[in-house]
């Protein structure tokens, strides 16, 4: 499976042209955005033949080489994975407070870059419980032996 991104008319003519149809620019039920969107059932039947005659990567490799948007669509345990997003920090290994970098763990980064702003993940999230002492007894004001006793009910 391949997703293409032919969503404005330049992009289409050249996807037609990449297809070995360049006349299907000028068929009026594919000529305009508005027009692919009320025959999109017509004009997938004419992608699919397109792509099912080649493999996903060369039809990708054809696309983008056209400067058409496409990819090939994998599941999300790939795409996470993959060399490219992972180099844009879109996702990012997971470390563990205590085991440091579990295998084949990827949380979403911050594929966002500013030049003049640092940004990041400053810690990991906290263990269970891990606060209770702060929530309870700094912000609440609950004395140690409180909090014991709802940690003896299993309240906390």
Not at 34 to 56: F, H, K
Not at 76 to 85: F, H, I, Q, T, Y
Request: charged fraction near 25%; aromatic fraction near 8%; charge should be negative.
């Amino acid at each position: 499976y391949l997703a293409i991104c032919a969503y404005t008319d330049v992009f289409a003519h050249s996807l037609y042209q990449v297809m070995g149809r360049p006349a299907l620019a000028q068929d009026e039920r594919f000529r305009t955005r508005d027009m692919r969107v009320q025959y999109a059932p017509e004009l997938d039947v004419l992608i699919g033949e397109w792509t099912g005659s080649r493999t996903t990567a060369e039809a990708v490799a054809k696309l983008v080489a056209a400067g058409i948007p496409a990819a090939e669509v994998r599941k999300p345990s790939a795409a996470v994975r993959d060399p490219r997003v992972v180099a844009r920090n879109e996702t990012v290994p997971m470390l563990h407070p205590k085991y440091g970098v579990v295998d084949d763990v990827y949380a979403m980064g911050l594929p966002i870059k500013f030049s003049q702003a640092t940004a990041g993940f400053d810690e990991p999230p906290p263990s269970m419980g891990e606060h209770n002492q702060t929530v309870y007894g700094d912000l609440l004001g609950y004395d140690a032996k409180r909090i014991e006793e709802l940690r003896a009910q299993g309240i906390i």
